[in-house]
């Protein structure tokens, strides 16, 4: 019977053929906890009796959404999670290490055709490297650490068929805020979402991750990219789903004449073409987070902003991904750039994304980030206004002080020294 | 409604649930927790709990004291760690229910009955196994009590 991918990896998993709608226990192959979640999943694995894990080199804790500890409580919590990583032999990510979906699939954690739960909600990232990745709470996650299952109602499945090339200035980030805009932050409520189509083939490691993370802005259990195209250090099988697969629901777009998008406030799913708000006055730019705080994206902030100065009213803040991603930006001249530029760098890790420090913005201020989410209060103050957009709109915004679109010409080196001494 | 308004990020990173308790709803209205009674029951539209997967959310709503969440409908992963607290969570489609009204839960046959309307709701039927969990108080005490998942 024809499956879709979703259908595929989860029926291998339990050895038998599902459809949507069945009720199945699962093993999956990993399972990871960030300093966000991973306290109340120790808290209830030793509730559950439970006295070792189900296999210590499956579990996986990363300390990066408050990190390095912004106070003793957090601090205290960050003790906690390293004294059990140590107890019970797993793996532990500390902090600077990066934000816990990065790490996960620049370490392998996570790779093609695996089952992989995170407690953290963008865990659904993995299905860039097509696993089958969803996020759930501690508890589920407590559960997962102790006996490797889990109970997963097979979900039906959209699909996603993307043709076209993005126009020169627009960005994988572009794409997927047309996408939420599109389905709506219901629009795939409990279902699993499936990228495919030729635009995708040309669509980088990172640009992947970017399209498969805010799957769950839009509701859905998993967003997951066939691997037409996908490249990785390793040799792996690629994945599809059936030719005759059935869907829920197919969405064709052509992504050629794709614009620019900005999210506007207090929700992802309220999305514009960036023109409608050109020019708004902005007082913080963030570039970073597991949606856009890659190579690629640093690289992209970097070309608009070489050789110049932010504006002077403007903070910018920069969280790489990973210290991996913040070591090759070094190395390539790309941080310079950017500091030069009068960006701050932070610790690669979550950053001012989750509101718990590094940067909360001040009352009736005005926020562009890369970031996935803009509800109210996200970045630590309900009063501010938080604009989602691709990392070359950020820079670009910074470099001017208002929302600007980097796909029109903006300023450069060239038209007059801008960088200040 | 967000898992942000439920509980903001940077009050999650505790393990007191008097201190969860004390900040829920606050970005959504300042006076929830003085307003609120014990055993009260929140009473929400479209897709309760959306956003992070922070389980904080279901834990302050209960470590305040709010007996079970109706909904028209929730996000998942609320829905799930609502359960796996032993929290009530009853989906029940589109609905008018004022606040203030008075509302009587049957668990067991997953109704939601508004006296004050006089008027009764019946909720989506959960999966099997979820009703398991909620039975015995959360998957925690679930998987202590059966060690492992039974379908």
């Not at chain 1, 059936?242 to 506007?264: C, N, V």
């Not at chain 1, 514009?272 to 994206?297: K, Q, Y």
């Not at chain 1, 990392?391 to 801008?418: H, W």
């Amino acid at each position: 019977m024809s499956q879709t991918l979703t259908e595929k990896i989860i029926s291998r998993h339990v050895g038998q053929s599902v459809r949507p709608g069945d009720l199945v226990i699962v093993p999956v192959d990993a399972v990871m906890a960030s300093d966000a979640t991973a306290p109340y999943a120790i808290k209830a694995f030793q509730e559950m009796g439970a006295t070792r894990l189900w296999r210590p080199e499956k579990v996986i804790l990363v300390i990066d959404h408050a990190a390095p500890a912004p106070n003793q409580r957090v601090s205290n919590l960050h003790t906690m999670m390293r004294k059990f990583a140590q107890e019970m032999g797993c793996r532990l990510y500390d902090i600077g290490a990066g934000i816990c979906h990065q790490v996960m699939v620049e370490n392998q954690h996570a790779r093609p055709g695996e089952i992989v739960i995170g407690a953290d909600s963008h865990s659904c990232t993995y299905g860039a490297v097509a696993a089958f990745a969803t996020g759930m709470g501690s508890t589920d996650v407590a559960a997962l650490m102790h006996t490797g299952k889990t109970w997963i109602k097979i979900p039906s499945a959209i699909k996603v068929e993307l043709s076209g090339r993005l126009p020169a200035g627009t960005a994988t980030k572009d794409l997927i805020l047309f996408l939420v805009g599109q389905l709506g932050i219901n629009g795939a409520n409990y279902q699993a979402i499936e990228y495919t189509g030729e635009a995708i083939e040309g669509l980088s490691l990172a640009g992947r991750m970017t399209l498969a993370s805010m799957s769950v802005e839009m509701g859905a259990k998993s967003g997951i990219v066939d691997t037409s195209g996908l490249e990785l250090p390793y040799e792996f099988e690629p994945l599809k789903a059936d030719e005759d697969a059935h869907y829920e629901k197919i969405y064709q777009f052509d992504i050629s004449g794709l614009s620019s998008q900005i999210g506007l406030p207090h929700s992802p799913d309220n999305v514009v073409p960036l023109e409608e708000v050109t020019g708004t006055p902005i007082d913080v730019a963030f570039i970073g987070t597991c949606t856009n705080g890659r190579l690629e994206d640093l690289q992209a902030a970097a070309d608009v902003l070489q050789g110049q100065h932010i504006a002077p009213h403007v903070r910018m803040i920069i969280a790489p991904a990973s210290r991996e991603v913040f070591n090759q930006a070094l190395q390539q001249g790309t941080v310079e750039i950017l500091s030069r530029a009068g960006a701050t760098f932070i610790t690669p890790g979550c950053g001012p994304c989750v509101g718990t420090h590094l940067g909360i913005p001040g009352d009736e201020e005005v926020v562009i980030s890369a970031a996935n989410r803009n509800f109210k209060g996200r970045m630590g103050n309900p009063h501010s206004k938080i604009y989602l957009a691709s990392p070359a709109a950020v820079a670009a915004s910074a470099l001017c002080g208002v929302i600007s679109d980097p796909a029109e010409g903006l300023p450069s080196a060239k038209d007059g020294a801008q960088e200040q001494p | 409604m967000d898992t942000d308004q439920i509980i903001p990020g940077q009050y999650t990173k505790t393990l007191d649930l008097q201190e969860l308790a004390s900040h829920v709803l606050e970005f959504l209205d300042p006076d929830f927790r003085t307003r609120m009674n014990s055993g009260d029951f929140v009473v929400a539209g479209e897709n309760f709990g959306c956003g992070s997967s922070r389980e904080q959310a279901p834990m302050a709503l209960k470590a305040a004291g709010v007996a079970g969440v109706v909904a028209s409908s929730f996000a998942r992963i609320f829905f799930r760690n609502a359960i796996n607290i032993g929290l009530p969570v009853l989906e029940i489609g589109p609905h008018d229910i004022g606040g203030g009204n008075e509302l009587e839960i049957d668990l067991e046959n997953g109704t939601v009955t508004d006296l004050t309307a006089d008027q009764t709701h019946q909720a989506a039927t959960m999966p099997r196994v979820m009703q398991e969990i909620l039975k015995e108080g959360g998957l925690s005490p679930y998987l202590k009590k059966h060690g492992d998942y039974n379908l």
